[in-house]
């Protein structure tokens, strides 16, 4: 059994159905819409065409709980994020997220614009694609140490951390750029651990931080 209507359904209170709803207008419903069917629950979207397949806004697909938060499931194809008008916003796939693209090559891709003839590194985690790709990396000029890239690689028998690091001191410290190493674990790209400096002259330095000759 089931109820069928061809117009628009306004509801402040329950509608009940112990078959199948079909609507031919629209709901609007100032009450939750309870779709209680146990595991096959489902809201099926029917297009201008006629077609059902994959249609479908099930309850296992969108978890919410006040303690565990929401979960989106689907375990056959991807999630897609549209927003304004832009299709595909956002894109997730199994383990992978992308942004710009619906075919993420890494655990995170950020695509601006597709590049033909480019192959991913191997081992790459994190990819920005774009015709003129940039990274800004942005401090506060309070302080000593501004912006930093830091490259680590750690020794898991003993923890023993091996980090090169490339930053700009700020204007406190004349905003040298600096690159160094240490085995640091706290402040890893403190200035001063420079081993090369470079000053706003141009001037390089080699175990000092300010340098006063093109090569010191």
């Not at 207008?25 to 100032?30: K, P, V």
């Not at 099930?58 to 897609?80: L, P």
Request: charged share 15%.
């Amino acid at each position: 059994s089931g109820v069928n209507i061809d117009g628009h359904i306004t509801a402040s209170g329950n509608i009940s159905a112990s078959g199948d709803l079909h609507v031919g207008g629209g709901i609007t419903s100032s009450k939750d819409i309870v779709l209680d069917n146990f595991a096959d629950a489902a809201i099926r979207f029917i297009d201008g065409s006629g077609a059902t397949t994959n249609n479908f806004f099930k309850n296992d697909e969108w978890k919410q709980s006040a303690t565990a938060g929401t979960t989106i499931n689907n375990t056959a194809g991807t999630i897609n994020f549209d927003s304004k008008g832009n299709a595909d916003v956002m894109v997730i796939s199994g383990s992978k997220v992308g942004i710009g693209t619906t075919s993420p090559l890494t655990q995170l891709h950020i695509q601006g614009s597709s590049l033909s003839n480019f192959d991913q590194d191997n081992f790459a985690d994190f990819i920005i694609e774009a015709g003129d790709a940039r990274q800004q990396i942005v401090s506060n000029d309070g302080g000593n140490n501004g912006s930093a890239l830091i490259l680590t690689n750690v020794d898991t028998s003993d923890g023993t951390h091996r980090n090169w690091s490339i930053g700009t001191a700020t204007s406190a410290q004349n905003n040298i750029l600096h690159i160094g190493f240490n085995t640091s674990t706290s402040d890893v790209s403190t200035y001063t651990d420079a081993d090369v400096v470079i000053d706003t002259s141009g001037n390089v330095g080699i175990g000092t931080l300010s340098p006063t000759k093109a090569l010191q």
